[in-house]
């Protein structure tokens, strides 16, 4: 943990951490409280999210600049955040679960089952 966190401080501080939905997040209280973060996710995941941690706020009171917003993405079942970077004259999306194409991969069954191997193509 201590060569991530030294990786993550060379990157710059960290304003907020973001929770994409309630099933993602495993270290993001010992995350926030070694690192002095507020927890953040998406609104319409919110009362799971307070169940599992303390929730400073939702994405939607994030403050948006020129370059990072992050979002919830409209159509997704939890709110799946998306970030939007925009740098050097292009966009990068940084997605968590709203976005997963796993064909080709060589995936254990019951993850086939529960629906996470991507669709044919």
Not at 6 to 29: C, F, K, M, S, Y
Not at 64 to 74: F, H, K, N, Y
Not at 89 to 98: E, H, I, K, M, T
Request: glycine share 14%; hydrophobic share 45%.
């Amino acid at each position: 943990m201590e060569e991530t966190l030294a990786e993550i401080a060379a990157w710059g501080r960290p304003a907020v951490l973001v929770v994409p939905h309630d099933l993602h997040g495993i270290d993001a209280a010992p995350f926030a409280r070694r690192l002095g973060l507020a927890i953040h996710g998406p609104a319409k995941n919110e009362a799971k999210l307070r169940a599992r941690w303390d929730l400073a706020g939702t994405l939607d009171a994030l403050p948006v600049d020129g370059t990072v917003a992050i979002e919830s993405l409209d159509g997704t079942r939890k709110g799946e955040a998306v970030a939007i970077v925009r740098s050097g004259g292009g966009v990068s999306l940084v997605f968590a679960d709203a976005y997963q194409d796993a064909r080709g991969t060589k995936m254990p069954l019951a993850m086939r089952l529960l629906g996470f191997g991507g669709g044919g193509a």
